[in-house]
């Protein structure tokens, strides 16, 4: 998460650029690599990404997310997918134990490719949006402020519970409770820890529906405006209509392909 | 003769599922500019009263309840809280509490009442740096509100609820959670607010604090107004002990200089005039 | 809400998103999520992340438990990794199942409990491994579980066979001592604070003596 304050991500070209344009682009070509059966575009789509990661200032993060998340669930699958799908017809390995499939390996491309493109992009949106921002774009095309609510309160919420979690677990340890020994009595550390936090959040709970109440929470016909603006600019815009064109035909490919027409992949 | 801003008509409350009510038969009415001090022991009802005069009782927290109250003459069990909010405003004892948790930034967390409001972002942007001034925030207008102390973040929650511009605020022990210095700075604010013709309705504990700057206290016990007047008026009563109220202690003062065997024509409950009374004292 | 006056099925639905409601979701999340936090850290092979979503479940009905897990989903999807979003189902699944049952009453009695414990073991397993089976091909790589599933995939031979077996497994104990957590947690919450949620509770107007 991006604070308002990250100069140093938000005034760059991937951090200026409107939300809803990094949303759209996030979902529009995640959807391309899933649908179109060619396994390795979801790699290509990732490169991209890569580039855009860099003017986003977020290049080390990014890649460091990217592989630690790609290469176990690369090997993973190609074990799984690669020995055992039951997809698989054309063997190109034998291990003994069992065959490698070629359809198998295919598909675990596929599904590997599309992960990272639906990671990168989302990561991106994560990393370089301010999310006031995004919530006040969302709220702009439609989106209720209840739910602009529930997304900005749980990203600002969970952070401070889990400082108060660690503080009470600091306060715990000094006075003697044990976080260590055998599981069980690792276990019973656990209700004292969570315990407190949990009783003491809710009550938070009912105080802060008190404040949200006297701040006109509860007003439905106003129309609701923000502090935080958002600018769409032509490129916005550009990349946002390129990034549904590429969907739509992707789309239309897909269904010729899968009529016949066309053979992909 | 100013105008009656707040009228309270035997008032009284039950949560729902509690056996016994919180607020009982309250009658009184205050006027426009008026600092009313409601003071009384944990339990006596200063928070469930702070709630109701803002309509958080009933349409908030539910129950039973009979009587009503007006603010500005409008009924608060049928005026939205929302419509309420912008004639009476609330500030209570946890100031984290108060952030709405929607804002990245002290400048978007004041604006929040006026975005539900719908409240043009020209005026919006107007309004907050003009809060911000009287709130002493303009210099951490763009920090994380999770980040700041207890007293700063009074301060903004206090902002927050005079951006609507009510002209009557209710603070539940604003104070009770900061550091003395944080609790002198609000309420330095909230006496320069009333000096502007801003009612103030105020629960505290701090009886030195009570004496010194309010028109009128009222003292609640168990639901019940056990005393109401101004400050020397209710100090002065004999059984306030009994209702769990501790008098300020240059009362203590006048009251030992008393029982010394001093001639006391007068009860002091603030600083000068108990100075000038135990220099005559001495003098005598 | 008169009593004896039914609500239409939306309508009720409706009712549960009060602010009183919505301002709890926020925090039910992250006492979902402090209970997996707090699991790595003494490093119990559990999850326990449901603690909060059947608390806001007894409190404040099952639909609104259901937007609890998926925010839940969400949250985590947005700050560790985006694999977790298409698992949201499986917790407004979970959600559903023990918002409806502890509704009906389920959490005060043993064999309820008992009941809620098979029924969101099984929901949860069965949801989880057609999720991981065929939408991931058979393992995310996220969690521990994978390395199970991988293994059994070798003994089965089959991955939906596997990832369901690892999924009970995991599941079981997980889901059980969660919902014990859930149960003591809800039982030490004041009278007073329940009593502020209950949509449908009647006013006590028999007993009502200003005193």
Same mark, same amino acid.
Request: aromatic fraction near 8%.
């Given at each position: +998460?991006?604070?308002? &304050?990250?100069?140093?991500?938000?005034?760059?070209?991937?951090?200026?650029?409107?939300?809803?344009?990094?949303?759209?682009?996030?979902?529009?070509?995640?959807?391309?690599?899933?649908?179109?059966?060619?396994?390795?575009?979801?790699?290509?789509?990732?490169?991209?990404?890569? /580039?855009?990661?860099?003017?986003?200032? =977020?290049?080390?993060?990014?890649?460091?997310?990217?592989?630690?998340?790609? /290469?176990?669930?690369?090997?993973?699958?190609?074990?799984?997918?690669?020995?055992?799908?039951?997809?698989?017809?054309?063997?190109?390995?034998?291990?003994?134990?069992?065959?490698?499939?070629?359809?198998?390996?295919?598909? +675990?491309?596929?599904?590997?490719?599309?992960?990272?493109?639906?990671?990168?992009?989302?990561?991106?949106?994560?990393?370089?949006?301010? /999310?006031?921002?995004?919530?006040?774009?969302?709220?702009?095309?439609?989106?209720?402020?209840?739910?602009?609510?529930?997304?900005?309160?749980?990203?600002?919420?969970?952070?401070?519970?889990?400082?108060?979690?660690?503080? =009470?677990?600091?306060?715990?340890?000094?006075?003697?409770?044990?976080?260590?020994?055998?599981?069980?009595?690792?276990?019973?550390?656990?209700?004292?820890?969570?315990?407190?936090?949990?009783?003491?959040?809710?009550?938070?709970?009912?105080?802060?529906?008190?404040?949200?109440?006297?701040?006109?929470?509860?007003?439905?016909? &106003?129309?609701?405006?923000?502090?935080?603006? &958002?600018?769409?600019?032509?490129?916005?815009?550009? =990349?946002?209509?390129?990034?549904?064109?590429?969907?739509?035909?992707?789309?239309?490919?897909?269904?010729?392909?899968?009529?016949?027409?066309?053979? =992909?992949? | 003769?100013?105008?009656?801003?707040?009228?309270?008509?035997?008032?009284?409350?039950?949560?729902?599922?509690?056996?016994?009510?919180?607020?009982?038969?309250?009658?009184?009415?205050?006027?426009?500019?008026?600092?009313?001090?409601?003071?009384?022991?944990?339990?006596?009802?200063?928070?469930?009263?702070?709630?109701?005069?803002?309509?958080?009782?009933?349409?908030?927290?539910?129950?039973?309840?009979?009587?009503?109250?007006?603010?500005?003459?409008?009924?608060?069990?049928?005026?939205?809280?929302?419509?309420?909010?912008?004639?009476?405003?609330?500030?209570?004892?946890?100031?984290?509490?108060?952030?709405?948790?929607?804002?990245?930034?002290?400048?978007?967390?004041?604006?929040?009442?006026?975005?539900?409001?719908?409240?043009?972002?020209?005026?919006?942007?107007?309004?907050?740096?003009?809060?911000?001034?009287?709130?002493?925030?303009?210099?951490?207008?763009?920090?994380?509100?999770?980040?700041?102390?207890?007293?700063?973040?009074?301060?903004?929650?206090?902002?927050?609820?005079?951006?609507?511009?009510?002209?009557?605020?209710?603070?539940?022990?604003?104070?009770?959670?900061?550091?003395?210095?944080?609790?002198?700075?609000?309420?330095?604010?909230?006496?320069?607010?009333?000096?502007?013709?801003?009612?103030?309705?105020?629960?505290?504990?701090?009886?030195?604090?009570?004496?010194?700057?309010?028109?009128?206290?009222?003292?609640?016990?168990?639901?019940?107004?056990?005393?109401?007047?101004?400050?020397?008026?209710?100090?002065?009563?004999?059984?306030?002990?009994?209702?769990?109220?501790?008098?300020?202690?240059?009362?203590?003062?006048?009251?030992?200089?008393?029982?010394?065997?001093?001639?006391?024509?007068?009860?002091?409950?603030?600083?000068?005039?108990?100075?000038?009374?135990?220099?005559?004292?001495?003098?005598? | 809400?008169?009593?004896?006056?039914?609500?239409?099925?939306?309508?009720?639905?409706?009712?549960?998103?009060?602010?009183?409601?919505?301002?709890?979701?926020?925090?039910?999340?992250?006492?979902?999520?402090?209970?997996?936090?707090?699991?790595?850290?003494?490093?119990?092979?559990?999850?326990?992340?449901?603690?909060?979503?059947?608390?806001?479940?007894?409190?404040?009905?099952?639909?609104?438990?259901?937007?609890?897990?998926?925010?839940?989903?969400?949250?985590?999807?947005?700050?560790?990794?985006?694999?977790?979003?298409?698992?949201?189902?499986?917790?407004?699944?979970?959600?559903?199942?023990?918002?409806?049952?502890?509704?009906?009453?389920?959490?005060?009695?043993?064999?309820?409990?008992?009941?809620?414990?098979?029924?969101?073991?099984?929901?949860?397993?069965?949801?989880?491994?057609?999720?991981?089976?065929?939408?991931?091909?058979?393992?995310?790589?996220?969690?521990?579980?994978?390395?199970?599933?991988?293994?059994?995939?070798?003994?089965?031979?089959?991955?939906?066979?596997?990832?369901?077996?690892?999924?009970?497994?995991?599941?079981?104990? %997980?889901?059980?001592?969660?919902?014990?957590?859930?149960?003591?947690?809800?039982?030490?919450?004041?009278?007073?604070?329940?009593?502020?949620?209950?949509?449908?509770?009647? %006013?006590?107007?028999?007993? %009502?003596?200003?005193?």
């Amino acid at each position: +998460m991006v604070g308002a &304050n990250d100069k140093h991500i938000l005034e760059t070209p991937v951090g200026r650029m409107n939300p809803i344009t990094k949303a759209g682009v996030a979902l529009f070509v995640g959807l391309t690599a899933l649908i179109l059966p060619i396994s390795w575009l979801g790699f290509v789509f990732t490169a991209l990404y890569f /580039i855009a990661a860099a003017k986003g200032n =977020i290049l080390k993060p990014f890649a460091k997310i990217i592989f630690s998340f790609g /290469i176990p669930i690369t090997l993973m699958l190609l074990f799984i997918q690669g020995f055992y799908s039951p997809l698989n017809k054309t063997f190109i390995l034998d291990c003994g134990f069992a065959k490698l499939g070629l359809e198998g390996v295919l598909n +675990m491309l596929h599904i590997v490719g599309t992960l990272l493109t639906f990671l990168a992009g989302l990561y991106i949106l994560n990393q370089t949006t301010y /999310i006031g921002r995004l919530v006040a774009a969302l709220n702009d095309i439609g989106m209720s402020p209840k739910a602009g609510y529930l997304t900005l309160a749980t990203l600002n919420v969970v952070p401070q519970m889990q400082r108060r979690m660690h503080g =009470i677990q600091e306060a715990q340890s000094a006075r003697g409770l044990s976080t260590g020994g055998s599981a069980l009595e690792r276990f019973k550390a656990f209700i004292p820890l969570l315990g407190p936090v949990v009783l003491s959040s809710l009550t938070d709970a009912q105080e802060r529906g008190m404040t949200l109440e006297t701040h006109g929470f509860g007003l439905k016909e &106003n129309k609701h405006t923000s502090l935080v603006t &958002n600018t769409n600019t032509p490129t916005d815009k550009a =990349i946002l209509y390129g990034a549904a064109v590429l969907f739509v035909v992707a789309v239309v490919l897909t269904v010729l392909n899968g009529v016949g027409i066309i053979a =992909i992949g | 003769m100013a105008e009656e801003v707040i009228r309270v008509e035997d008032f009284s409350f039950k949560y729902r599922q509690t056996k016994k009510y919180a607020l009982k038969h309250l009658d009184f009415a205050i006027k426009k500019g008026e600092f009313v001090c409601v003071i009384g022991q944990n339990g006596s009802g200063k928070s469930t009263l702070a709630s109701a005069l803002v309509g958080l009782v009933p349409q908030y927290f539910v129950g039973n309840l009979h009587g009503r109250i007006l603010i500005e003459g409008h009924d608060t069990q049928h005026t939205s809280i929302s419509e309420l909010s912008t004639m009476i405003g609330l500030v209570f004892q946890n100031p984290f509490n108060q952030l709405s948790y929607t804002a990245g930034t002290v400048a978007e967390e004041l604006a929040y009442g006026l975005c539900n409001h719908g409240v043009p972002r020209e005026e919006m942007v107007e309004r907050v740096d003009r809060i911000a001034r009287i709130m002493r925030i303009d210099h951490i207008i763009d920090k994380n509100p999770l980040e700041l102390s207890g007293g700063q973040v009074q301060r903004v929650a206090l902002g927050s609820s005079l951006i609507m511009e009510p002209e009557i605020v209710v603070l539940d022990e604003c104070t009770t959670q900061l550091d003395p210095m944080g609790s002198e700075e609000i309420f330095d604010i909230v006496k320069n607010l009333n000096a502007d013709g801003m009612t103030v309705v105020m629960a505290d504990h701090d009886m030195e604090r009570v004496a010194r700057c309010a028109d009128c206290v009222i003292v609640l016990d168990r639901g019940e107004i056990v005393a109401q007047g101004s400050p020397n008026e209710v100090f002065s009563q004999p059984d306030l002990r009994e209702h769990g109220v501790e008098p300020p202690d240059f009362l203590k003062i006048a009251l030992a200089l008393k029982e010394a065997g001093v001639k006391v024509d007068r009860l002091p409950v603030t600083e000068e005039p108990t100075i000038e009374l135990v220099k005559e004292a001495i003098h005598s | 809400m008169a009593a004896g006056k039914k609500m239409g099925f939306f309508e009720g639905i409706k009712a549960q998103f009060s602010t009183k409601s919505l301002v709890l979701i926020p925090i039910a999340v992250g006492i979902n999520l402090v209970g997996g936090t707090l699991c790595s850290v003494l490093k119990l092979p559990l999850f326990l992340d449901m603690i909060g979503t059947v608390i806001v479940a007894s409190l404040s009905g099952p639909w609104v438990a259901a937007l609890t897990g998926f925010l839940t989903n969400v949250f985590l999807s947005l700050i560790a990794n985006p694999v977790y979003l298409p698992y949201s189902v499986v917790s407004i699944l979970c959600g559903l199942t023990v918002g409806y049952m502890v509704k009906a009453g389920m959490l005060k009695t043993k064999w309820g409990f008992v009941l809620i414990w098979i029924a969101l073991t099984l929901v949860n397993a069965i949801s989880a491994s057609m999720i991981t089976t065929f939408l991931f091909g058979g393992a995310t790589g996220a969690t521990g579980t994978s390395v199970m599933t991988a293994g059994l995939v070798v003994a089965l031979g089959d991955i939906l066979a596997a990832a369901f077996t690892s999924s009970i497994i995991e599941n079981f104990v %997980d889901k059980g001592i969660a919902l014990f957590i859930a149960y003591f947690v809800v039982k030490k919450i004041p009278r007073r604070f329940i009593s502020q949620y209950a949509s449908d509770a009647v %006013d006590d107007a028999e007993d %009502d003596v200003i005193e």
